[in-house]
């Protein structure tokens, strides 16, 4: 390369380090800052959804609301306090790192992928299972019960909503898990201490951000219809 | 500035020097590059590509209008022929044409930085692209598509028996390369800026990218779920958009205009970076009121998110709704307006030139005036109800488009070319290629508004035969554009090979891009600059000299 | 300034009534309205286009470059100009957003008495109905100097029912009513069309409006090969579909009385309270429950699928007619 010169004057790379940065400091803001643009753009990509989802349900509030019910708050309960626990043992690989322990980086980041995978395990085999049983599962023999009324279509639209929102989530969190798994044989080699560990820290916002995007989804899926049918409102 | 290239290194010929085009050879040194700068050229190429794929379709649509009834296809064919058309030249030319061309080219040297923050991720971006255009173009070869660029429901989701979903896909992959380039770009601009280069030293055409990328981050990943809503409704029919289930087909003009009318803006705004750019350059003057230039970029970005209803102003939308829309819509036009008399006061006791890219400059100055100046038409809700959907809106977006966004990308195709290749090519048949292109296009597209008042109205595969003067008119005019752009095809290429060496600053303009060799070496400076000047400051006459 | 701009007006106007060609007839009542607006938006337009282009010439050629090492003078900032060029441009804004407002506040207000006229969009045609029962395709026959209100619907895909010489344009929204109104002013025919994209031949979807001398009109609609009124054909509807077993005119029954609802405001149920329009009895016929009244309970089941839109528009007409008191009389 025709460029070596130019690194003669910044000095040794440290591991790790770009060549097109100036020093270690640039390249985590960089790296920062990049992933809180992702996380803009995520923002939107959710929020066209949200948006949608919003419009219908102000439409058909007693249809979203009949939907609602034959959702799991159990699971949907239990699910977000295994994420939630999820950032937090995140939280503490990222401090394992800062305060350069290699060791219980290790641990921490191993935990949040098991947390991970017990969320997408529940939401899998007992949700989704269940509503395939249930034939809830909309353009897929969809079943309409009697009991909506002239609702059915609408039910099928809050349960369209409530896959994709979800399984977009899920995706999310595959994706997730992914990352923490490269993350992980970084960490046991050894290559995150004090002064580098940008893609550690980048990684957790992206894992907080799938977490909090469950906060959301949450009460407005599995909370939209409150225990009992809401008198007056209907389909 | 202070120049860091030694005088010695810039005299050496540019086929002995290394550059980034020589230092590796072969396919693979291309397609695994990560150089921002031959990323640049993957992009020149493919959407030169596309570019050309949407001028044949329109070629065509313009030889099927000489006649009333339709002198060459059938309406069907018609159908897709302009689908395509829009569908190439909006996503997968407009958007992508400035910003992952010259943007990718220029962004890092402007600043003064040795590549974009993120370089694999700007190699992945081309590849999305590339992906996302051959699923579209595979499904136009096979099958076409048939619901216009906009896919209005429920025709796109219910009714049309065409190709929707993998044009759509390929519409849904490439959105994400624009987010990607964006994404690069903001860290860039933030993070890599030589020392000495504030944010008000940057170039105007670093604000514009800038402002652009926002619309980029922000916008596109609206239309990507909007896009897979559709092809979901058009998989399983559950009546998202279907009004037939209690679905909402407006809900999709919605969100779909959320995105495109920022895009729009996505379009313009590197234009008039280059604009910027360009006028400074062959008048050796300062830019005139660069703050109120660089904000009104980002006024633009900020506002063009408010504005999408004005596309909807006969949907049924609600008065108050239209009234809102329409004083947001005229907010949108005065940072325009504020841009286009800075250009115009630059000009004033400058040292004026006239090679090919100032002529394109001024051209564009021109063009979008007047496009600019019919969206007020098309912004005052009582003249719109007439106009909506007829030719006078075909004839507004493509002066806006075609006479901004094209004449601008030409005009830093020309600037920068001594840049990207080393060489220079025939400045008089540049200049020529310029005037055919401004003379064709006027001769196009104004009698599009006269028929657009008249009231004819768009994507008419036949139309009655009190409509056919202005047609031919317009496709005469087409003909003299087509070789318009063809001229410069060919020049570009000759230059390639036989072209005269440029030097390093062949217009004698500022700018960190100009005082690195031409072409620039793989790490674009031997050594970082550090800048100590603002933007475009060309040696001036003290006010008093020059009476 | 304002000699030239003056001379620009009347060159224009000039202009504008030499070439006919140049604008499409006026033969509405809000059409001259809008042309004028039109016409001020071009002045402007021209103004300025010729303001630049004008400036730009000038520069271009008295500041041309006459030595290879000449340098450039003048400032590069100036506030007080940055702010008028911005500040008069805004004032531009503003007049031309008010008169524009203005104008289409008032023209979307349609006078209280118009004429009916309902048309279906379909791909791709446009089927019309008069009230009398008198049906057409692709042709509207109006009488002059009377307002009209189409109300409109689509049956597929998304239609817009544009006619240039009356300046009006709407889209014909599936699963909606929408409406236009306009009063021809001169009789003549003039073209209608679809105006939004709606698939293979929506070129051919076009028609002629028949604008009429009122006596004509009335010997078109009394040699027109109708049936039946729309209400009459709404009230056999009302009789296949059992709607009376629940509306008693009375009031007595388990569904409310439809007698003399029909454009009275009423409370719904969520609390809102909407006037009785087409849409809201559209909105009540084929998704009954989102529209319910406080004192009767979510009995009646959607009629979604089972009417069509020409008699979903037909059972309206009848509903319009209760309590008006031309069918009282009629021995209802």
Same mark, same amino acid.
């Given at each position: 390369?025709?460029?070596?010169?130019?690194?003669?004057?910044?000095?040794?790379?440290?591991?790790?380090?770009?060549?097109?940065?100036?020093?270690?400091?640039?390249?985590?803001?960089?790296?920062?800052?990049?992933?809180?643009?992702?996380?803009?753009?995520?923002?939107?990509?959710?929020?066209?959804?949200?948006?949608?989802?919003?419009?219908?349900?102000?439409?058909?509030?007693?249809?979203?609301?009949?939907?609602?019910?034959?959702?799991?708050?159990?699971?949907?309960?239990?699910?977000? %306090?295994?994420?939630?626990?999820?950032?937090?043992?995140?939280?503490?690989?990222?401090?394992?790192?800062?305060?350069?322990?290699?060791?219980?980086?290790?641990?921490?980041?191993?935990?949040?992928?098991? /947390?991970?995978?017990?969320? /997408?395990?529940?939401?899998?085999?007992?949700?989704?299972?269940?509503?395939?049983?249930?034939?809830?599962?909309?353009?897929?023999?969809?079943?309409?019960?009697?009991?909506?009324?002239?609702?059915?279509?609408?039910?099928?639209?809050?349960?369209?909503?409530?896959?994709?929102?979800?399984?977009?989530?899920?995706?999310?969190?595959?994706?997730?898990?992914?990352?923490?798994?490269?993350?992980?044989?970084?960490?046991?080699?050894?290559?995150?201490?004090?002064?580098?560990?940008?893609?550690?820290?980048?990684?957790?916002?992206?894992?907080?951000?799938?977490?909090?995007?469950?906060?959301?989804?949450?009460?407005?899926?599995?909370? %939209?219809?409150?225990?009992?049918?809401?008198?007056?409102?209907?389909? | 500035?202070?120049?860091?290239?030694?005088?010695?290194?810039?005299?050496?010929? &540019?086929?002995?020097?290394?550059?980034?085009?020589?230092?590796?050879?072969?396919?693979?040194?291309?397609?695994?590059?990560?150089?921002?700068?031959?990323?640049?050229?993957?992009?020149?190429?493919?959407?030169?590509?596309?570019?050309?794929?949407?001028?044949?379709?329109?070629?065509?649509?313009?030889?099927?209008?000489?006649?009333? $009834?339709?002198?060459?296809?059938?309406?069907?064919?018609?159908?897709?022929?302009?689908?395509?058309?829009?569908?190439?030249?909006?996503?997968?030319?407009?958007?992508?044409?400035?910003?992952?061309?010259?943007?990718?080219?220029?962004?890092?040297?402007?600043?003064?930085?040795?590549?974009?923050?993120?370089?694999?991720?700007?190699?992945?971006?081309?590849?999305?692209?590339?992906?996302?255009?051959?699923?579209?173009?595979?499904?136009?070869?096979?099958?076409?598509?048939?619901?216009?660029?906009?896919?209005?429901?429920?025709?796109?989701?219910?009714?049309?028996?065409?190709?929707?979903?993998?044009?759509?896909?390929?519409?849904?992959?490439?959105?994400?390369?624009?987010?990607?380039?964006?994404?690069?770009?903001?860290?860039?601009?933030?993070?890599?800026?030589?020392?000495?280069?504030?944010?008000?030293?940057?170039?105007?055409?670093?604000?514009?990218?800038?402002?652009?990328?926002?619309?980029?981050?922000? +916008?596109?990943?609206?239309?990507?779920?909007?896009?897979?809503?559709?092809?979901?409704?058009?998989? @399983?029919?559950?009546?998202?958009?279907?009004?037939?289930?209690?679905?909402?087909?407006?809900?999709? $003009?919605?969100?779909?205009?959320?995105?495109?009318?920022?895009?729009?803006?996505?379009?313009?705004?590197?234009?008039?970076?280059?604009?910027?750019?360009?006028?400074?350059?062959?008048?050796?003057?300062?830019?005139?009121?660069?703050?109120?230039?660089?904000?009104?970029?980002? &006024?633009?970005?900020?506002?063009?998110?408010?504005?999408? +209803?004005?596309?909807?102003?006969?949907?049924?939308?609600?008065?108050?709704?239209?009234?809102?829309?329409?004083?947001?819509?005229?907010?949108?036009?005065?940072?325009?307006?504020?841009?286009?008399?800075?250009?115009?006061?630059?000009?004033?006791?400058?040292?004026?030139?006239?090679?090919?890219?100032?002529?394109?400059?001024? +051209?564009?100055?021109?063009?979008?005036?007047?496009?600019?100046?019919?969206?007020?038409?098309?912004?005052?809700?009582?003249?719109?109800?007439?106009?909506? +959907?007829?030719?006078?809106?075909?004839?507004?977006?493509?002066?806006?488009?075609?006479?901004?966004?094209?004449?601008?990308?030409?005009?830093?195709?020309?600037?920068?070319?001594?840049?990207?290749?080393?060489?220079?090519?025939?400045?008089?048949?540049?200049?020529?290629?310029?005037?055919?292109?401004?003379?064709?296009?006027?001769?196009?597209?104004?009698?599009?508004?006269?028929?657009?008042?008249?009231?004819?109205?768009?994507?008419?595969?036949?139309?009655?035969?009190?409509?056919?003067?202005?047609?031919?008119?317009?496709?005469?005019?087409?003909?003299?554009?087509?070789?318009?752009?063809?001229?410069?095809?060919?020049?570009?290429?000759?230059?390639?090979?036989?072209?005269?060496? &440029?030097?390093?600053?062949?217009?004698?303009?500022?700018? @960190?891009?100009?005082?690195?060799?031409?072409?620039?070496?793989?790490?674009?400076?031997?050594?970082?600059?550090?800048?100590?000047?603002?933007?475009?400051?060309?040696?001036?006459?003290?006010?008093?000299?020059?009476? | 300034? #304002?000699?030239?701009?003056?001379?620009?007006?009347?060159? =224009?106007?000039?202009?504008?009534?030499?070439?006919?060609?140049?604008?499409?007839?006026?033969?509405?009542?809000?059409?001259?309205?809008?042309?004028?607006?039109?016409?001020?938006?071009?002045?402007?337009?021209?103004?300025?286009?010729?303001?630049?282009?004008?400036?730009?010439? !000038?520069?271009?050629?008295?500041?041309?470059?006459?030595?290879?090492?000449?340098?450039?003078?003048?400032?590069?900032?100036?506030?007080?100009?940055?702010?008028?060029?911005?500040?008069?441009?805004?004032?531009?804004?503003?007049?031309?957003?008010?008169?524009?407002?203005?104008? !289409?506040?008032?023209?979307?207000?349609?006078?209280?008495?118009?004429?009916?006229?309902?048309?279906?969009?379909?791909?791709? =045609?446009?089927?019309?109905?008069?009230?009398?029962?008198?049906?057409?395709?692709?042709?509207?026959?109006?009488?002059?100097?009377?307002?009209?209100?189409?109300?409109?619907?689509?049956?597929?895909?998304?239609?817009?029912?544009?006619?240039?010489?009356?300046?009006?344009?709407?889209?014909?929204?599936?699963?909606?009513?929408?409406?236009?109104?306009?009063?021809?002013?001169?009789?003549?025919?003039?073209?209608?069309?679809?105006?939004?994209?709606?698939?293979?031949?929506?070129?051919?979807?076009?028609?002629?409006?028949?604008?009429?001398?009122?006596?004509?009109?009335?010997?078109?609609?009394?040699?027109?090969?109708? #049936?039946?009124?729309?209400?009459?054909?709404?009230?056999?509807?009302?009789?296949? !579909?059992?709607?009376? #077993?629940?509306?008693?005119?009375?009031?007595?029954?388990?569904?409310?009385?439809?007698?003399?609802?029909?454009?009275?405001?009423?409370?719904?149920? #969520?609390?809102?309270?909407?006037?009785?329009?087409?849409?809201?009895?559209?909105?009540?016929?084929?998704?009954?429950?989102?529209?319910?009244?406080?004192?009767?309970?979510?009995? =009646?089941?959607?009629?979604?699928?089972?009417?069509?839109?020409?008699?979903?528009?037909?059972?309206?007409?009848?509903?319009?007619?209760?309590?008006?008191?031309?069918?009282?009389?009629?021995?209802?």
């Amino acid at each position: 390369m025709a460029d070596m010169t130019v690194h003669a004057v910044h000095g040794e790379h440290p591991p790790g380090f770009a060549h097109q940065f100036e020093d270690m400091e640039q390249q985590r803001e960089a790296g920062n800052l990049g992933m809180w643009l992702f996380l803009a753009t995520e923002v939107m990509f959710f929020g066209g959804l949200f948006m949608s989802y919003i419009v219908y349900r102000t439409k058909y509030p007693g249809a979203f609301a009949d939907g609602s019910r034959l959702l799991n708050v159990k699971f949907g309960a239990v699910n977000t %306090a295994v994420l939630i626990a999820s950032s937090l043992t995140m939280a503490m690989a990222i401090h394992s790192a800062q305060t350069g322990k290699k060791k219980p980086q290790v641990w921490y980041l191993i935990l949040t992928m098991i /947390l991970g995978a017990l969320f /997408l395990f529940l939401k899998f085999n007992f949700e989704w299972r269940a509503d395939y049983h249930e034939h809830l599962i909309p353009g897929f023999g969809f079943y309409v019960r009697p009991e909506w009324g002239g609702g059915g279509a609408h039910v099928q639209m809050f349960f369209l909503f409530y896959f994709f929102m979800t399984g977009l989530h899920a995706l999310h969190m595959i994706v997730g898990i992914g990352i923490l798994t490269v993350l992980t044989v970084m960490a046991a080699r050894g290559r995150f201490y004090e002064q580098y560990y940008a893609p550690l820290e980048s990684s957790g916002l992206y894992w907080h951000f799938v977490d909090i995007i469950w906060i959301f989804l949450f009460p407005l899926l599995y909370l %939209a219809g409150g225990r009992y049918p809401i008198p007056g409102v209907t389909h | 500035m202070s120049s860091t290239a030694t005088v010695d290194n810039l005299e050496i010929p &540019a086929e002995s020097r290394l550059n980034y085009l020589n230092a590796s050879y072969g396919i693979k040194s291309w397609l695994l590059t990560t150089d921002h700068k031959r990323i640049a050229l993957l992009y020149l190429v493919s959407i030169t590509f596309m570019f050309l794929v949407g001028g044949v379709a329109a070629t065509l649509m313009r030889l099927h209008l000489i006649e009333p $009834q339709g002198a060459l296809v059938d309406p069907e064919t018609y159908n897709r022929l302009f689908s395509i058309h829009g569908i190439v030249m909006v996503f997968f030319f407009l958007v992508p044409s400035i910003p992952a061309t010259l943007g990718n080219f220029l962004v890092p040297m402007m600043i003064g930085a040795r590549d974009v923050a993120f370089p694999k991720l700007n190699l992945m971006s081309w590849y999305i692209y590339i992906t996302g255009a051959a699923f579209t173009l595979y499904a136009a070869v096979t099958g076409g598509v048939d619901t216009g660029w906009t896919f209005y429901t429920p025709f796109s989701s219910n009714y049309s028996h065409s190709a929707v979903i993998p044009v759509a896909l390929g519409v849904f992959i490439t959105g994400f390369s624009s987010i990607l380039t964006g994404l690069n770009f903001i860290v860039t601009i933030h993070k890599m800026r030589a020392p000495g280069m504030t944010w008000f030293r940057l170039p105007l055409f670093i604000w514009a990218m800038y402002a652009t990328s926002i619309i980029f981050i922000l +916008g596109t990943p609206v239309i990507a779920i909007t896009l897979f809503l559709l092809g979901l409704e058009r998989l @399983l029919h559950i009546g998202i958009f279907d009004p037939a289930v209690g679905g909402d087909p407006l809900l999709f $003009q919605h969100l779909f205009w959320f995105y495109s009318h920022p895009a729009v803006y996505i379009m313009i705004l590197p234009g008039m970076g280059v604009i910027s750019e360009l006028i400074t350059a062959f008048s050796r003057k300062r830019i005139f009121g660069y703050s109120f230039v660089a904000f009104s970029s980002m &006024a633009i970005a900020v506002i063009s998110f408010l504005v999408w +209803g004005h596309h909807m102003f006969v949907t049924g939308q609600s008065v108050y709704a239209g009234l809102v829309f329409s004083v947001l819509s005229f907010l949108v036009a005065i940072p325009s307006a504020v841009k286009v008399f800075n250009w115009t006061a630059t000009l004033y006791k400058g040292s004026i030139s006239y090679q090919a890219p100032m002529l394109y400059a001024l +051209g564009f100055i021109g063009l979008f005036t007047m496009g600019g100046l019919t969206g007020l038409f098309l912004a005052s809700l009582a003249v719109d109800v007439h106009l909506n +959907g007829t030719y006078f809106v075909v004839a507004h977006f493509h002066y806006i488009m075609v006479g901004g966004a094209v004449m601008a990308y030409m005009g830093g195709l020309h600037f920068w070319w001594p840049k990207i290749t080393g060489r220079l090519y025939p400045d008089a048949w540049a200049r020529f290629s310029a005037l055919v292109i401004f003379v064709g296009f006027n001769l196009t597209f104004f009698p599009q508004f006269v028929m657009g008042y008249l009231g004819m109205p768009r994507r008419y595969a036949v139309y009655p035969p009190e409509f056919q003067v202005l047609n031919v008119m317009s496709s005469a005019g087409a003909s003299v554009l087509a070789v318009g752009y063809v001229i410069p095809l060919v020049y570009f290429i000759w230059s390639m090979r036989y072209g005269p060496p &440029a030097g390093p600053n062949p217009w004698g303009a500022k700018g @960190l891009e100009w005082e690195t060799p031409s072409p620039p070496p793989t790490e674009n400076f031997e050594e970082i600059p550090i800048v100590t000047e603002e933007a475009y400051n060309y040696p001036q006459l003290p006010e008093v000299a020059r009476g | 300034m #304002t000699g030239l701009l003056q001379t620009g007006a009347t060159a =224009m106007g000039a202009v504008w009534t030499a070439f006919p060609e140049l604008h499409p007839p006026a033969a509405s009542s809000i059409a001259q309205g809008v042309d004028k607006l039109y016409f001020f938006l071009t002045l402007i337009t021209l103004f300025f286009t010729a303001l630049i282009f004008g400036t730009i010439f !000038y520069f271009m050629i008295r500041y041309r470059r006459r030595k290879e090492d000449e340098l450039a003078g003048g400032p590069h900032e100036h506030l007080p100009l940055e702010l008028t060029w911005t500040i008069i441009p805004t004032l531009i804004c503003v007049v031309i957003f008010i008169w524009a407002s203005f104008l !289409y506040v008032r023209n979307s207000r349609p006078p209280k008495a118009s004429m009916d006229i309902f048309v279906i969009g379909k791909q791709w =045609m446009w089927h019309i109905e008069h009230p009398e029962g008198v049906r057409e395709i692709n042709e509207l026959h109006v009488p002059v100097n009377t307002p009209v209100r189409i109300i409109m619907t689509s049956q597929d895909v998304i239609h817009d029912f544009y006619i240039p010489a009356f300046r009006v344009k709407k889209d014909a929204l599936p699963g909606r009513y929408t409406s236009l109104w306009f009063e021809a002013t001169e009789v003549g025919t003039y073209h209608f069309y679809c105006a939004q994209y709606c698939g293979t031949d929506h070129s051919k979807m076009i028609g002629w409006v028949y604008v009429m001398n009122p006596t004509d009109y009335a010997a078109w609609l009394a040699g027109g090969s109708k #049936t039946e009124s729309m209400a009459d054909a709404g009230e056999k509807l009302f009789t296949r !579909y059992a709607c009376a #077993t629940c509306h008693l005119s009375d009031g007595s029954g388990r569904g409310p009385s439809l007698v003399g609802l029909f454009g009275k405001p009423e409370k719904l149920l #969520t609390g809102e309270s909407r006037v009785v329009d087409e849409s809201l009895l559209r909105q009540a016929i084929s998704v009954p429950n989102s529209v319910r009244l406080s004192n009767f309970p979510p009995i =009646m089941p959607s009629y979604q699928g089972q009417i069509n839109e020409e008699q979903l528009l037909q059972l309206i007409s009848y509903i319009k007619s209760l309590g008006s008191e031309e069918r009282k009389t009629s021995g209802k």
